[in-house]
């Protein structure tokens, strides 16, 4: 059982470089989230997708943007890193509304921009 | 203030003792909580719900408080494995939005042999 998988798992980037970072997941979930989580502060989610097709803002949205073209995938990509933008990233999905479903989380991607 | 609030700790435990950590939030609309662990450099895990009647999962026990909006976790019989951060995550229900959690920023517990 994979679960949930990202890719990579750590990456260093310069300024205004660009990079994709890819979820998949092997569940069959609808959901799927793409959170950043930074010291002091609680997981805050960037961009969502309700379904293949489908993407959503987040709270944090800015300077990231969002592809779900298959079910299993969820690509975030970043067109001009910037300092603030270095965080762990986790990727997320659930079967169902978050509100009474699960969230099974990737492992995580540390990315460092310098 | 925060919307959802929890202490960051350290708690520092000797093995077999029991702990508690609460967590506020703001919202009182909110709709639903959970406690997720997350260890040292890995991704969060669901620990378990928080229903409004408190729920018990082995040595784990969840409580509801919302007159004064709070949840509670207790472990009993605290294990070395038990070290880890426990996150609180809470769905504010903003507008009838139920796809949206808002995740405290952990409490850290150190279990001591």
């Known amino acids: 059982n994979a679960g949930v998988t990202q890719t990579p798992k750590f990456r260093v980037l310069k300024t205004g470089q660009s990079m994709t970072l890819l979820c998949a997941q092997d569940?069959?979930?609808?959901?799927m989230y793409w959170y950043r989580q930074d010291p002091g502060m609680g997981l805050r989610l960037i961009h969502y997708s309700v379904g293949e097709g489908t993407t959503a803002k987040g709270e944090v949205p800015d300077g990231y943007n969002v592809s779900r073209l298959k079910k299993q995938n969820f690509l975030l990509g970043l067109e001009s890193a910037a300092p603030s933008q270095t965080s762990v990233y986790f990727c997320?999905?659930?079967?169902?509304?978050?509100?009474?479903?699960?969230?099974?989380f990737g492992n995580g991607t540390r990315l460092t921009v310098t | 203030r925060k919307e959802v609030e929890q202490d960051p700790g350290p708690f520092n435990v000797p093995e077999g003792a029991t702990v508690a950590f609460n967590c506020t939030y703001s919202?009182?609309?909110?709709?639903?909580f959970f406690w997720y662990r997350q260890d040292c450099r890995k991704e969060p895990k669901l620990l378990m719900s928080v229903y409004s009647s408190g729920n018990e999962d082995g040595r784990f026990t969840a409580q509801l408080n919302r007159a004064s909006q709070y949840i509670s976790l207790l472990i009993r019989d605290s294990k070395l494995s038990d070290s880890a951060t426990y996150l609180c995550?809470?769905?504010?229900?903003?507008?009838?939005?139920?796809?949206?959690?808002?995740f405290g920023t952990g409490t850290l517990l150190a279990v001591q042999p």
């Open positions: 995550v809470v769905n504010p229900n903003y507008g009838g939005a139920t796809n949206k959690l808002i």
């Open positions: 997320a999905s659930s079967y169902g509304l978050p509100y009474n479903s699960p969230l099974h």
């Open positions: 569940m069959n979930h609808e959901y």
């Open positions: 919202n009182s609309a909110s709709q639903s």
